[in-house]
Antibody, heavy 121, light 112 residues
Framework: EVQLVETGGGLVQPGRSLKLSCVAS????????MSWTRQAPGKGLEWVAS????????YYPDSVKGRFTISRDNAQNTLYLQMNSLRSEDTATYYC??????????????WGQGASVTVSS | DVVLTQTPPTLSATIGQSVSISCRSS???????????LNWLLQRPGQPPQLLIY???RLESGVPNRFSGSGSGTDFTLKISGVEAEDLGVYYC?????????FGAGTKLELK
């Protein structure tokens, strides 16, 4: 069974940093792209970051580029999201997602339970 | 970025009723490799999203066959043939043909 377990969420002041982790199990971690997607309270879904299976390439939307860094440790089956210069609009539940490559295009097919991040003074 | 417009925003249904949700894209989702990367997710209350359908019409493993997807280019539809209580929640379409991945605003399916 595929399992994705996020940790590291919490309350943080604006301008500070936070690092999320996601431990994966039930599949061969280094065969898959991984992503982070977030959902603000009562709102829809927004893709935040993706990383290739080797970790050699990373991708971000403009809303977080330069502030967030996605990384992975394939030996530890763990995905990370380093979030710097946090803003109130980054308040959301952050989901770790697995992405299967279909003809070299990633499709998110499994989601963790999510980690709640609140940015407030 | 590609904008996905879902209609209706809210859908009221009785158990056993068949319903459809529309997802329209601001540009064609046909990829240069010939695939169309339009997927459907269901988020039940208090739960993370789960993948129901990928590549327009392919059912994810374990998803009941009362769910079906159709469409091409910019117009797509999710149909539920006989709503069951466990189907209640918010449905999202999502595209990965064009970077960045984008999501529709969601359609909430509730009991009438």
């Amino acid at each position: 069974e595929v399992q994705l377990v996020e940790t590291g969420g919490g309350l943080v002041q604006p301008g500070r940093s936070l690092k999320l982790s996601c431990v994966a199990s039930g599949f061969t971690f280094n065969n898959y792209w991984m992503s982070w997607t977030r959902q603000a309270p009562g709102k829809g879904l927004e893709w935040v970051a993706s990383i290739t299976n080797s970790g050699g390439s990373t991708y971000y939307p403009d809303s977080v580029k330069g502030r967030f860094t996605i990384s992975r440790d394939n030996a530890q089956n763990t995905l990370y999201l380093q979030m710097n210069s946090l803003r109130s609009e980054d308040t959301a539940t952050y989901y770790c997602t697995r992405a299967v490559s279909i003809r070299r295009v990633p499709v998110m097919d499994a989601w963790g339970q999510g980690a709640s991040v609140t940015v407030s003074s | 970025d590609v904008v996905l417009t879902q209609t209706p925003p809210t859908l009221s249904a009785t158990i056993g009723q068949s319903v459809s949700i529309s997802c329209r894209s601001s540009q064609s989702l046909l990829h240069s490799n010939g695939n169309t990367y339009l997927n459907w997710l269901l988020q039940r209350p208090g739960q993370p999203p789960q993948l129901l359908i990928y590549l327009v019409s392919r059912l994810e493993s374990g998803v009941p066959n009362r769910f079906s997807g159709s469409g091409s280019g910019t117009d797509f539809t999710l149909k539920i043939s006989g709503v069951e209580a466990e189907d209640l929640g918010v449905y999202y379409c999502v595209q990965s043909t064009h970077a960045p991945n984008t999501f529709g605003a969601g359609t909430k399916l509730e009991l009438k």
